[in-house]
């Protein structure tokens, strides 16, 4: 029997006590090509981490060669032959490519004209046509994964962990860095590469697994997956043990169209993008990472700006809107509750009440010189009480509240203003599950007493349970559209990776 | 000033009217194939209107009206020119005849005519109705264009369409509204009017006073005839969608005047009614064929879309025969007898689309 390079039994990464991955078994066989597939969230990149030293395991055992090993960094994971590329590369931009290579083996005098000619050699063994001199920040980016894959070898690297690499990648350029994966294998070095693509996972792949809410679901040879059954293995979870429930059976009917969003254009994550939001429905954004739905509500409320030339037109009640920053969108209707409530959600040091008044003021077109505490008191109040956020009194901070009241607290901070359209971006994320059925709770009636209503969900059961209307993104505009009574999570899910 | 500094600026960026941008078929509006699978009811040499007595099915076919009880047809009336309108009245009916005159055929009022509204010829009167207070109301697409030359009023930026009553007790004449872009289909809707401007995309409302609230705007398409349905709310046709490339063209008119001074207008940058006749068509910026078969997303020549809109204007429902379709210009569409007839000109057909068959397939 084959040993395997690296082994993974009955792995368990935590975060705050969230189980990431539980009880995952895995192994890497030497000189395969292993894809990982799953869902958002499904674990994939915490995996991974774990084997690249980025995280430690909560519990289990990770061996390398069938040696127990447990590295705590990047360095020691390096040593023991293991290197990831991650999905932004972690090159220096402002070195050179030779300089990028031969980063933390620099002895105290390097001799630039040395470091050259030994990255030239290695390149040119590699049959990788980079220039060692060439600046990082001015190569594509296939040229880049270049650079990272040689690094990987150059640090003798045994194993090579590859996070989404071929996201950014022109099809050209994917098929360059195809090859180079086979004659990394040739040369007996083992790949893990997580994909969203299916296409490329069937393609490249000796072995598949499928990981799904932190759980492994199942490994196999390529030969015995299709397209059909890595989705249904993808997506197939029992509805009855989830939160969420079945299928609608019955759907709000539209209202007037409140936003009507045309030939939208964002750099490159956002291209072309057209769609309609109404009133009194919930409006599900489904897609997978990098698929621009985040950008297009951000553009939407403000918070960035589309391209200055040709960005397209957006239409707030039929009427151009064009918000250079968030305070205009405020005052016009449009709430946006992001997705990472820390950094953009709530000032952490500040009350619930405190953080809810200001919401109002945002408001508020004339800015006050003079602000109310009772007026605060009593309106932190009334929404803290509205939302049910829980704590000791209404002056704790944000920071020391739950995920849950925090989660809360930021939507309070919105519908404090009263908006038409509101914009959530994975409304649950890091949320119990108790504080998951309210904020549901919140959204439906939302809908219900008439808000245009938009969710941005990377969790399908949750954007099938909220939704009347469910629109797909995928790279950078919206690709699909279903209403409730037709939508299935498969069918989701295919048109998001189609 | 600073409206012509804005305009170069969007024109510079843009922006604005030149982000040149279509609204999307989705929501209520998303596409189906219920229309192009449709049941053919009729094939005709030139129909034009559709209407109903409530019993029976009245159309308007080249130069004579026909009443289908059933399947069978029957001729009621012919005139010597096109009938380019029709409406059912009590005892009798009124027409259209070449855009330029109504007249009322059968009835207390038979024989009544109208060739001027407030002084002016009616020139492309395309479309006739019944007011709730027994008044008609036609809708004159344009005072300078004829009525088939339609495309030449897009093209020419038209401005100049006009809603009208008639009375055909007294036989007077009033012009509720001008200055339209083009004016195709009027409706009444409880005590106020509406009527559709095509070529602003959107359904008015004409109350006491002159001035017209749009119940409906940014439609994705161009609107033609509007009526009442059965169950409250109105059946509205679209006969055909709007492409980026015609909304670009109609910036450009030294573009248009050359297009319309020296190529055939049935090869015009332009909607129509029907398409895919010949090679020499406008290709409308997108390959309408792969491998010989048409995409049903490419940017539409002609499209058939018929909209159900609920009393208050919002749309609750539509009917589409796509770009690889056929059942394309659809310019009438009536309620009978739990069935909905729909005129698609572009293909000479009138359809018939049973209402609980297609409102229990949009439901699954």
Known sequence: MI?????????????????????????????????????????????????????????????????????????QARELGIAMVFQETSLVPTMTVAQNLFLGQERYFNRLRGIYIAAQQFLQSLQFDVDPTATVSLLGAAKKQMVEIARAVLHKAKVIIFDEPTASLTPEEKKYFFDLVFSLKARGVSVIFISHALEEALLVSDRITVLRDGKHVVTDEKAKFDRARLIQAMVGRDLSQTLYGRRKTTMRRAGKRVLSVENLRMAAMVKNNSFSVFAGQVTGVFGLVGAGRTETFKVVAGVIKRDIMHGGEILLHERPVRYLVPAPAVRDGIAYVTEDRKVEGFFETKSIVDNIYLGLLAKLRNRRKLTSRAEAASVGEHWAKQLNIRAISNDVKAIELSGGNQQKLVIAKSLVQDPDLIIFDEPTRGVDVGAIAEIHQLINSLADSGKAVVVISSYLPEIVALSDRILVCRTGKVVEEYSALEATEEKIMYAAIH | MIATLRNWTHRLLGRGDAAITVPMLDGALKPNQILEEAEVFAELDAPEDLATDGHSLLVADGARVLRYEGAAASEIARVDRTITGLASLPGGIAIIVDGREVRIVGGPYDGRTWT???????????????????????????????????????????????LCTLDPLSGQDREIAKGLAYAFGACAAGDSIWVCESWRHRLLQYGDSKVGYPVLGRLP??????????????????????????????????????????????????PALSSGNTFLEPLQGAHLKMRGIHKPWAPPRSYGLVVRLDAEGLIRYSLHSRVDGKNHGVVAAVECRGALFVLAKGRRRILRVSIADAERSLQA
């Open chain 2, 221 to 270: 398409g161009y609107p033609s005839r509007i009526s009442p349905a059965a169950g409250g709310g109105f059946w509205l046709t679209v006969f055909t969608c709007r492409t980026q490339l015609v909304e670009f063209v109609l910036r450009e008119p030294a573009y248009r005047r050359r297009m319309m001074k020296e190529i055939d207008p049935r090869y015009w940058v332009a």
């Open chain 1, 3 to 75: 040993t395997p390079i690296v082994e993974l039994r009955n792995a368990t990464k935590k975060y705050a006590g969230v189980p990431a991955i539980q009880n995952i078994d895995f192994a890497l066989l030497p000189g395969e090509i292993h894809t990982l597939v799953g869902e958002n969230g499904a674990g994939k990149s915490t995996l991974t981490k774990v084997m690249a030293g980025v995280v430690d395991l909560t519990s289990g055992q990770m061996l390398v060669e069938g040696r127990e090993v447990n590295p705590r960094t990047p360095v």
């Open chain 2, 116 to 162: 001027n509204v407030g002084g002016t010829p009616l020139s492309a009167a395309n479309a006739i109705g019944l007011a709730a207070d027994g008044r008609l109301l036609v809708t004159d697409g344009s005072t300078v264009w004829p009525y088939e030359r339609w495309c030449d009023d897009l093209m020419d930026l038209g401005r100049s369409g006009r």
